[in-house]
């Protein structure tokens, strides 16, 4: 889809490796694993955790300028879902497109229901797919 992925963690590049080796669902991974050991790149993003050391988990959608589009931050414990992370890279992808149309939060794939922003929307977004934006 024409993405490049990095994941960055504070863990050494020793545990990583050990990630990758021992993990089944990281055993093909092909993208980058960097190493963010000192969180100077957490401090960057405001995910660092100072009182402990790490990072929270955070995703960033950049585009090729460099704008930030989107970022989630969760809890330590808290995982990430990768089909609403890919919805939103699609719908990103898709308003960069179609620069008058908006994806609702149920917004899948080309195709499905958009809104057009404005005035119009106000009290009215929850008709096209049933949720709120």
């Known amino acids: 889809m024409g993405a490049n992925i990095v994941t960055v963690s504070t863990d050494t590049e020793f545990v990583h490796l050990a990630w990758h ?5 990281l055993k093909d991974v092909k993208y980058p694993m ?3 050991a000192n969180g100077d790149l957490s401090r960057l993003f405001g995910v660092y955790d100072d009182e402990s050391g790490l990072a929270y ?4 959608i950049i585009n090729p300028e460099g704008k930030l589009l989107s970022m989630d931050i969760n809890f330590f414990n808290v995982g990430r ?11 990103f992808l898709y308003v ?11 917004w899948k794939d ?8 404005g005035a ?11 949720s709120f934006a």
């Open 21 to 25: 080796q021992h993990e089944p669902g």
């Open 34 to 36: 960097a190493s963010d």
């Open 57 to 60: 988990r955070g995703t960033f």
């Open 81 to 91: 879902n990768i089909e609403e992370l890919l919805r939103k890279y699609k719908a």
């Open 96 to 106: 960069a497109k179609n620069t008058k149309k908006a994806c609702p939060s149920k």
């Open 110 to 117: 080309d195709g499905d229901a958009t809104l057009e922003p």
């Open 120 to 130: 119009h929307m106000v009290g009215n977004v929850y008709k096209s797919d049933g």
